[in-house]
C-alpha cells in the first residue's frame, strides 16, 4: 500500500515507539530527526528515503520525524522484504549493514551530547527560531587577547565568534558545528596550523568552509607556508579592521557593502565607519549605485545617514557624502534625507549639493521622526 499525505510544520510523521513497516519518501519539506527534544539531523533533499530502519532492524523507531516545515510525504507500506526480493541476498545484506551503523553512529551522537550539549533544542511550532543564518567564525590561536580582538572586530558586523586554543580543541568544535570560516593562527606550535588545515578537509562539516591564515605582518614564509597548505587567504596581526574585514567578507562571498548600508524598517541607512581609509571610500562608491538601485527597487523614499562616529570630519568624508547626494539628485529621486551628526558644526552637512533641503538629527532616534 502506498498513500501520501501532507503535514504541517510540528507534525509528527513517524513518532518514536513504534515497529515500523516499509519506508517513506520525502517528496516536499524539510523534516528533523528528533530524539529527547535534541535534533539529530535534518531530512531536506526530496527523494529522501527514510524510516526503513525499524523494519530492517526489527526494532521500535527510537526518534520522532517531524515536520520542520510544511511538507509532503509517501508512504510505502510494504514489507522490504518483498520490495527487494528480486535480488534478496545483496539487497538485505546492504540494507541491514547500513541500517546497524546509522543505528551506531546516533547512539554515539546522544552519548557525547550527554556530556557537551551539542545539540540544539527541537523547535515547537509557534516559537521563534534562532538565526541559523547569522555568520560564525571558528578563531584557532591559544593567546585569548587575539580571540578578543577579534570577537570585538566582528561584532561590528554582528558574526558570532568561537574560540579554540589548540587543534584538538578546534576539531571537536568542528565535529558537531558548521562555521562561515575558520581562522588559524600559523604560529601555534610546530606544523600545528598545517596539520589542522588537512584535517579539515576531512570533516563533512567545514568542507567546504574558507580556511584564512593568521600571520605576523611581514612574515612572507609564514604567508607562503599557508597559501600552499591550501589556505584561502591570510590576515595580517596587529589586526587593521578595514583590511581583516574585506578579506573576511571575499572568502566567504559576502556582500562587504552590508558594512555600510543596510535597510531598517522604511529607510536605508548609511553608517561611515570611524576612519576612512583609501580602502574604505573605494569600497563605499563601487557599491553607491547599487545600493541607490536596490532602495528604488524595495521602494523606500527615505535615507539616513549616520557620520556621528567619524573621528575626523575631513575632505574625504565630505566627498563621500557629497557623491552619494549628488547621485540621488541627480536621479529625481522623491527621497527624504536626514543626516545624523553632532557638534558645533553638525549644520555645515546642508551645503552640500543635494543636501540643502536634508534633515540634521543629533541621534538616529531623532532621525526616525523625520
Partial sequence: MIRQQEYNEGEDVLPSGELGKGFCILEEGELEVIRDDKVLSSID?????????????????????????????????????????????????????????????????????????????????????????????????????????????????????????????ALKACEYNSFSAILISMALPGDSAVDLRRKLKTNHNVLNTPVVGMIVMGDEHAQKKALNSGFADCINKPFNQNKTEAVMYKVMDLDSSARYFKFVDDYLFFKLPPELSNFVINDIKENMDTRIRNTINEGIVKLVIDVSDLEDVGEEAIEVVGEFAEKIDDMKLPMRGVIVATGEDAEMWNNLDGCEEWGIASDLDEAKEY
Avoid: C
Wanted: proline content about 2%; hydrophobic content about 40%.
Fill in 45 to 169: 533533499k526530496v527523494g529522501s528515503i527514510f524510516g526503513e530502519l525499524s523494519e530492517i532492524l526489527g526494532m521500535k523507531r527510537d526518534a520522532t520525524i517531524r515536520a520542520k516545515t510544511k511538507a509532503k510525504v509517501r508512504h510505502v507500506e510494504e514489507s522490504i522484504t518483498d520490495i527487494v526480493s528480486k535480488n534478496p541476498k545483496v539487497a538485505i545484506k546492504l540494507i541491514r549493514t547500513l541500517g546497524r551503523r546509522l543505528y551506531r553512529m546516533n547512539q554515539i551522537a546522544t552519548r557525547g551530547d550527554s556530556e557537551n550539549n551539542i545539540f540544539k533544542k527541537a523547535s515547537v511550532a509557534g516559537e521563534e527560531e534562532s538565526n541559523d543564518n547569522a555568520v560564525s567564525v571558528l578563531v584557532v590561536d591559544d593567546k585569548p587577547a587575539i580571540i578578543n580582538q577579534l570577537s570585538e572586530m566582528f561584532a561590528r558586523s554582528d558574526w558570532k565568534v568561537e574560540g579554540a586554543s589548540d587543534e584538538a580543541t
